[in-house]
């Protein structure tokens, strides 16, 4: 079976050994293929599963993908320990070392540029959700209405008004949430980009693909010196705010995937 060329990244020569029992995609362990003084990160995949024609179907494979995604992660991962990595797209295939040195010649400039600028950085995730039905939820129970002298009221009256009085109160607790977490949100961003050398806003994270509870309301990347991470941390954990409804999510240290501009996308839920 032929085997084509699967690269995960691009960096810099570095002496740290990777684990020795990693693997990555399909179960190959990585390898380094140097040229011109930079390094890509490759291991072998099989044609029958990463040729144009069985790739196309296999991204349509939700399991297969996943599996995947999560091979290539690991990888990266495990570079990140060691080295600053420029990563490459999912499933970047080559048909063998002489199509990777070509890619690398080719974009040799623009892999010097971006790692120059990454060097020694890392991403950090940070989302804000809004739980706005555990507000609903938690606000208290309207109290009964009293009758009016002299015009007694049935239970079923009284408690049909119960009703849309109480349903009144949680859709105003769920807005007050909504607007607090809006108006946090905005205030974390603002002071981690000031800390941070250069800060990524995505689009909101879809909660049936996350299944995160909550709505999401920050969800942004920023690139921080890995020397400085610490007290970034900290920075989010004094930031933090405890009202009710509002949840903050710090994610990382990650391969800085949000500033290595067409060379690589997010993944939409890291393992």
């Known amino acids: 079976m032929t085997a084509l060329r699967y690269v995960y990244a691009v960096c810099r020569p570095f002496r ?12 190959a362990p990585p390898k380094q293929l140097t040229h011109h003084g930079l390094i890509a990160v490759v291991s072998t995949v099989p044609e029958a599963d990463f040729a ?34 420029l990563p490459l797209r999912l499933a970047t295939v080559f048909r063998d070392d002489s199509g990777v040195r070509t890619m690398m010649e080719a974009r040799e400039e623009d892999f010097r540029r971006v790692l120059d600028r990454l060097d020694g ?33 049935s239970k079923a009256a009284l408690s049909g008004r119960d009703y849309l009085r109480q349903r009144r109160m949680q859709t105003r607790a769920r807005e007050d949430v909504w607007q607090a977490a809006t108006a ?3 205030r974390l961003h603002e002071k981690l980009s000031a800390f941070a050398e250069d800060s990524r806003l995505h689009a909101p994270q879809s909660a049936t693909l996350s299944r ?3 709505q999401n309301m920050l969800n942004a990347a920023y690139l921080v010196p890995r020397a400085d991470s610490e007290e970034f941390v900290e920075l989010v954990d004094r930031e933090k705010d405890d009202a ?15 500033f290595t501009g067409e060379f690589a996308q997010e993944p939409e839920e890291r393992p």
């Open 244 to 258: 009710p409804g509002i949840r903050v999510e710090l994610t990382g240290p990650w391969a800085a995937y949000s």
């Open 52 to 85: 144009e024609e069985p790739l196309r179907a296999h991204l349509e494979d939700l399991d297969w993908l996943t599996a995947t995604a999560r091979a290539h992660q690991q990888v990266i991962d495990a570079l990140t320990a060691v080295t600053t990595p």
């Open 16 to 27: 740290s050994a990777l684990q020795s029992q990693l693997t990555g995609v399909a179960g």
């Open 184 to 186: 946090f949100a905005g």
């Open 121 to 153: 950085r890392v991403e950090w995730g940070v989302k804000v959700y809004a739980e706005t039905e555990s507000a609903a939820s938690a606000a208290p129970a309207a109290p009964a209405a009293p009758a009016e002298s002299g015009r007694p009221e």
């Open 212 to 214: 995160a509870s909550g």
